[in-house]
C-alpha cells in the first residue's frame, strides 16, 4: 500500500525556536496533504490542507502565523512550528492523498512527536 | 458540527475473546463512515468503511454495519488476536466534503494470551 513518512518522529526543543516537520509521501504523487494535531485522549484535530503549488487552508482558530505549512512538491510537505512553547507540544500527524481526487483515500504518516521544554 | 464518540478505552480482552468497540456519531446529511487502526510505531491504516445507511463495511476480520437510526458504526470482531492490539479510530467524512474527516479519540485495544 501507499506509505507516508515523517520526520522527524520525535523532537524536542527550547521555547522560543522553531521546528520543521516533513511529511513525505514515499511511493505515490499526493496534490493534497493533511496537517492533525493530537492531544493525549483526544481525537485528532485537522490544522490545515495543503495542496500542491498552493496556499494551504487553515481550519477555525489555527494560527497560520505559527503553524507554517509549505507543499513544494508531490511529494513533500512541511509544517514549521515558529517560536514553540510548551502548549505546543503535541503529537502532529499527517496525511497524503493521492493525485487522482477519485480514489479520496488519505494515507497517514506515523506522526510527530513534539515536545518544548 | 459534526463529532464523533468512541467508548474509552482501554479495552483488554484475551486471545479469542469477542470484540466489540462503540463509535456514534452526530453529523447532518448522509456521511460516510470509517474505521482506522494504527498498530505501534506506524500511521493509522484504513481498517474499513460504509458509505450509506445498511452498509457493512469488513476487512481482517472485522465488521461494522453504519446503522442510522441509532446514528452508531460499532465495530466488531468475533476473535481477537494478539496481533490485532492497537488503537482504533471511528471517523466521518461529510457528503460532499473531499476528505475532511473527523475523528473519534480512538480506543487502545490489547489483546493478551
Known amino acids: 500500500g501507499a506509505v507516508v513518512s515523517q520526520h522527524p518522529s520525535r523532537v524536542i526543543c527550547k521555547s522560543g525556536t522553531s521546528v520543521k516537520i516533513e511529511c513525505r509521501s514515499l511511493?505515490?504523487?499526493?496534490?493534497?496533504m493533511f496537517w492533525y494535531r493530537q492531544f493525549p485522549k483526544k481525537s485528532l484535530m485537522l490544522m490545515a490542507t495543503?495542496?500542491?503549488?498552493?496556499?494551504?487552508?487553515?481550519e477555525q482558530g489555527v494560527e497560520k502565523d505559527k503553524f507554517l505549512i509549505n507543499h513544494a512538491s508531490l511529494t513533500l510537505s512541511t509544517l514549521t512550528v515558529t517560536s514553540a512553547h510548551p502548549e505546543d507540544s503535541s503529537f502532529y500527524i499527517c496525511?497524503?492523498?493521492?493525485?487522482?481526487?477519485?480514489?479520496?483515500?488519505?494515507?497517514f504518516g506515523p506522526g510527530t512527536r513534539l515536545t518544548v521544554l | 458540527g459534526d463529532s464523533v464518540t468512541q467508548m474509552e478505552g482501554p479495552v483488554t480482552l484475551s486471545e479469542e475473546a469477542f470484540l466489540t468497540i462503540n463509535c456514534t456519531y452526530t453529523?447532518?446529511?448522509?456521511?460516510?463512515l470509517f474505521w482506522y487502526v494504527q498498530y505501534p510505531g506506524e500511521g493509522l491504516q484504513l481498517l474499513l468503511k460504509?458509505?450509506?445507511?445498511?452498509d457493512k463495511g469488513s476487512n481482517k476480520g472485522f465488521e461494522a454495519t453504519y446503522r442510522k437510526e441509532t446514528t452508531s458504526f460499532h465495530l466488531e470482531k468475533g476473535s481477537v488476536q494478539v496481533s490485532d492490539s492497537a488503537v482504533y479510530f471511528c471517523?466521518?467524512?461529510?457528503?460532499?466534503?473531499?476528505?475532511?474527516?473527523?475523528f473519534g479519540t480512538g480506543t487502545r485495544l490489547q489483546v493478551t494470551l
Open positions: 511511493d505515490f504523487q499526493a496534490t493534497t
Open positions: 471517523a466521518l467524512k461529510p457528503t460532499g466534503t473531499a476528505s475532511k474527516l473527523t
Open positions: 453529523a447532518t446529511g448522509y456521511p460516510s
Open positions: 460504509a458509505t450509506k445507511a445498511d
Open positions: 496525511s497524503a492523498r493521492a493525485e487522482d481526487p477519485r480514489v479520496d483515500t488519505q494515507y
Open positions: 495543503s495542496n500542491e503549488g498552493s496556499k494551504a487552508t487553515y
